[in-house]
């Protein structure tokens, strides 16, 4: 199973940004995707997650900016990242709770991550 997350760059305040991740592999159900981000010197901590029947969460410091969408057919999921600020400067993590076959233990699955910088 891999996760491929595409989108990162660098954005000035108030500006915009969509990130994407696809899983791939060996995979027979999904049961929540989701963004994580990890700033320097911090811990990784939950931005955003939806389920398989798309109830989602979000952390209180992206409420109302950021928007979680998921395609299951496509097992593919999304970010939209509206009125960024400095302080949402960081690597953002794709991951995934899913089964990789019939019978297979639900594990937990991360992206490679890729680096979101907003700054004038």
């Known amino acids: 199973v891999q996760l491929q997350a595409s989108g990162g760059g660098l954005v000035q305040p108030g500006g915009s940004l969509r990130l994407s991740c696809a899983a791939s592999?060996?995979?027979?159900?999904?049961?929540?995707m989701g963004w994580y981000r990890q700033a320097p010197g911090k811990q990784r901590e939950l931005v955003a997650i939806v389920t398989s029947g798309g109830s989602t969460n979000s952390a209180d410091s992206v409420k109302g900016r950021f928007t979680i969408s998921r395609d299951n057919a496509k097992n593919m999921v999304y970010l939209q990242m509206n009125s960024l600020k400095p302080e949402d400067t960081a690597v953002y993590f794709c991951n995934a709770l899913l089964r990789a076959w019939i019978g297979a233990p639900t594990l937990n699955y991360w992206g490679q991550g890729t680096q979101v910088t907003v700054s004038s």
């Open positions: 592999g060996s995979i027979f159900s999904i049961s929540s």
